[in-house]
Antibody
Framework: EVHLVESGGGLVQPGGSLRLSCVAS????????MHWVRQVPGKGLVWVSG????????TYADSVKGRFTISRDNAKNTLNLQMNSLRADDTAVYFC??????????WGQGTLVTVSS | QSALTQPRSVSGSPGLSVTISCTGT?????????VSWYQQHPGKAPKFMIY???KRPSGVPDRFSGYKSGNTASLTISGLQAEDEADYYCCSYAGSYTWVFGGGTKLTVL
């Protein structure tokens, strides 16, 4: 069974940094693109970033480009999101999701990031 | 990277059908047959309901169906049940391994 478990969320001050992780199990992690999607509580889903199966290709939403860095460690079945220069509007639940045929199929339960002074 | 347009809310009575629309552009919905739909209950992760516009993942009831014409996709839920009450999101591939989501539609089963 596919499982994705995010961690690393929490409270951080504006301008600060946070690193999110997502540990995958139940499938061949190294065979899939992976993505981060965020959701402000009570609002809609927003795609954030994606990374190719071998880590050589990355994509970012304009709103996070230059501030966030996606990476992965296929030996540890782990997806990461390094978030720098955080702003109040980055406050959201962050989900990791597996990409299958150009759509996210499995999702983690999410980790809440709160940016506030 | 503008969000796809969905109605904020729809409603229907048990046993009847509802359709949720999702409008994008030729750069996303209209340009690819990679529209997917998600059901999300409060506090839960999204659940994969439709992919490639019309296909259902294993385990999703055939009461859920998808369609696309031009830049607009739609999700139809027939034989409404109480447990279908949730938020629904469309998603489209937008090229270069990027996705765009709709703003979400709250379905109320009357």
């Amino acid at each position: 069974e596919v499982h994705l478990v995010e961690s690393g969320g929490g409270l951080v001050q504006p301008g600060g940094s946070l690193r999110l992780s997502c540990v995958a199990s139940g499938f061949t992690f190294s065979g899939y693109w992976m993505h981060w999607v965020r959701q402000v509580p009570g609002k809609g889903l927003v795609w954030v970033s994606g990374i190719s199966s071998d880590g050589s290709g990355t994509t970012y939403a304009d709103s996070v480009k230059g501030r966030f860095t996606i990476s992965r460690d296929n030996a540890k079945n782990t997806l990461n999101l390094q978030m720098n220069s955080l702003r109040a509007d980055d406050t959201a639940v962050y989900f990791c999701a597996r990409d299958t045929r150009y759509a996210p199929d499995y999702w983690g339960q999410g980790t809440l990031v709160t940016v506030s002074s | 990277q503008s969000a796809l347009t969905q109605p904020r809310s729809v409603s229907g009575s048990p046993g009847l059908s509802v359709t949720i629309s999702c409008t994008g552009t030729s750069s996303d919905v209209g340009g690819y047959n990679y529209v997917s739909w998600y059901q999300q209950h409060p506090g839960k992760a999204p659940k994969f309901m439709i992919y490639d516009v019309t296909k259902r993942p294993s385990g999703v009831p055939d009461r859920f169906s998808g369609y696309k014409s031009g830049n607009t996709a739609s999700l139809t839920i027939s034989g409404l049940q109480a447990e279908d009450e949730a938020d629904y999101y469309c998603c489209s591939y937008a090229g270069s391994y990027t996705w765009v989501f709709g703003g979400g539609t709250k379905l109320t089963v009357l």
